[in-house]
């Protein structure tokens, strides 16, 4: 593939990954549509909405998805194995037993989940 060629898809991956990101922060229920990504400077209730709820969840979800096409890129790339996955060393289950262990030891009360609930 030519530099050029990469260099397009580069930059046509991340137009559409901004075009993706704009439509997530507009999207919600209620009174706050997607004019209020625009209109989020006049008023302060959508001004919130964006950018303590919408914005924060559109980048925990792009940063999410980045970071789980990484590993899989790494895992793949270590063992050079193209169907390599997260259970090849149970990494994934290693995840699975510390949540679970947290789950135990610190419980899932409402007062601890409570800063989850606005993400």
Do not use: K
């Not at 530099?3 to 559409?16: E, N, P, Q, S, W």
């Not at 193209?82 to 419980?107: C, E, H, I, K, W």
């Amino acid at each position: 593939m030519s530099a050029h060629r990469r260099r397009a898809l580069v930059f046509a991956g991340l137009l559409l990954s901004l075009a993706a990101a704009l439509l997530l922060i507009g999207a919600g229920i209620g009174s706050t549509g997607f004019e209020s990504v625009f209109a989020a400077r006049r008023d302060p209730v959508a001004l919130q909405i964006v950018w303590d709820i919408r914005l924060p969840r559109t980048l925990g979800a792009w940063l999410a998805g980045a970071l789980l096409g990484l590993a899989g890129a790494v895992a793949q790339g270590l063992f050079r194995n193209p169907l390599a996955d997260p259970y090849l060393l149970g990494s994934a289950s290693g995840a699975s037993m510390g949540v679970a262990m947290a789950l135990v030891l610190f419980g899932a009360s409402p007062s601890t989940t409570q800063w989850v609930v606005r993400l």
